[in-house]
């Protein structure tokens, strides 16, 4: 996109013109202002594979790009440049930071002597540039402290998708799609003191990455970098309060999104929450923990996630109802198995989901609208 001054080629086909629609001779996302609402209803049903069409869509449905094609190419020039300052801000070494400081000082091309010729006195080192310093204002204090956050992120990172070449291995692709995991998560931690960093974030922040880079029409390593930590930052202000430990009581936190799916699931399903939550003691807390916070990344395949997140993203009540209604689908789609199952059977059917028609269970989602 970034590369090109005119809309992208991919956007004049008819790729999407074979999809029911009031204006089905004129696809979507040819037009000079895109209709949100008319695009929000083709990709509930799911965006096409291939063409760089689903990281287009994306970005326009989390609100990253402008309903106005016209206005793309500036606003990513302005958001990319932003997120460089972040990554020369957030990701500079304290002795990088020491040194530039030294160098805008006015002992910066000569170390200062005294009268004696001598260099300058411990005690004339500034409190926040020494290593040793312990004030809040340091940057090796600081430093010291993020590490533990880092090296958490390092272990996550290096486990995400362990079964995709796209993040392990040891190519080149794999270690700066790492590197890009890497940094988007620590300038996120850094710019959100009250959340950090939460374990799992990696999960979420994956799908972002790897559509980005792998749009043909803008597939540069930088660009999707940033693309993914704008759309990222914007997927986690809806769902920001479950990854929040000091919500996990409060009634917006994690358990309050856990009793809402038991409430939903009571209302469509007596017979099943009776069966899960009275009768064999299955409490949500216990399976749908790991798909919420995740958004159901690691309950299916990386393709049907795409195509999940899809209709979670185009829902203009918000993905968090949506996904509430997919994690109740799951559970009515095996309701059979569950109702004949004790406390062990059904916890390891639900801790390990399987294999459905993800179409189909969008489908019975929506059903759960009304």
């Known amino acids: 996109m970034g590369k090109k001054k005119g809309i992208p080629e991919w956007l004049n086909s008819s790729l999407w013109s074979s999809v029911p629609s009031s204006n089905s001779h004129a696809p979507i996302l040819s037009k000079k202002i895109v209709n949100l609402e008319e695009l929000r209803r083709l990709a509930f049903y799911g965006i096409p594979d291939g063409a760089g069409i689903r990281s287009t869509v994306w970005k326009l449905l989390l609100t990253y790009l402008p309903n106005d094609c016209e206005l793309w190419a500036g606003e990513l020039q302005k958001r990319r440049f932003q997120y460089k300052a972040f990554k020369d801000e957030f990701l500079v070494n304290p002795s990088e930071i020491t040194r530039r400081l030294e160098e805008s000082s006015s002992w910066s091309n000569e170390v200062p002597q005294h009268e004696d010729g001598g260099l300058l006195q411990r005690s004339e080192i500034s409190l926040g540039e020494h290593p040793l310093s312990l004030g809040k204002a340091s940057v090796w204090n600081q430093f010291f402290q993020d590490s533990e956050i880092i090296e958490q992120i390092d272990r996550d990172v290096k486990r ?54 792998n749009d043909p029409d803008d597939g540069d390593p930088a660009s999707a970098e940033a693309d993914a930590f704008f759309c990222f930052v914007e997927l986690l202000s809806g769902f920001r309060d479950n990854f929040c430990q000091k919500l996990d009581n409060s009634v917006v936190g994690i358990r309050s999104t856990l009793t809402k799916l038991s409430e939903l699931l009571k209302k469509h399903d007596g017979e099943l929450w009776r069966h899960l939550e009275v009768t064999t003691k299955v409490n949500p807390q216990f399976y749908a923990f790991r798909w919420i916070t995740l958004l159901l990344t690691q309950e299916f395949n990386f393709a049907d996630s795409l195509h999940i997140w899809d209709t979670l993203l185009s829902d203009p009540e918000g993905p968090q109802e949506t996904l509430l209604r997919i994690c109740c689908a799951m559970l009515i789609l095996v309701r059979r198995r569950l109702l004949a199952g004790d406390f062990t059977s059904n916890l390891k059917l639900l801790q390990n989901y399987p294999s459905t028609n993800i179409s189909h269970l969008l489908y019975v989602a929506n059903k759960l609208r009304g």
């Open 160 to 213: 995400t998708h362990p079964d995709m070449h796209f993040f392990s291995g040891d190519s080149s692709l794999a270690k700066s799609n790492q590197e890009s995991l890497r940094d988007i998560l620590i300038i996120y931690a850094k710019l959100n003191p009250g959340i950090r960093y939460v374990q799992g974030m990696n999960e979420v922040l994956a799908p972002l990455l790897y559509v980005f880079r």
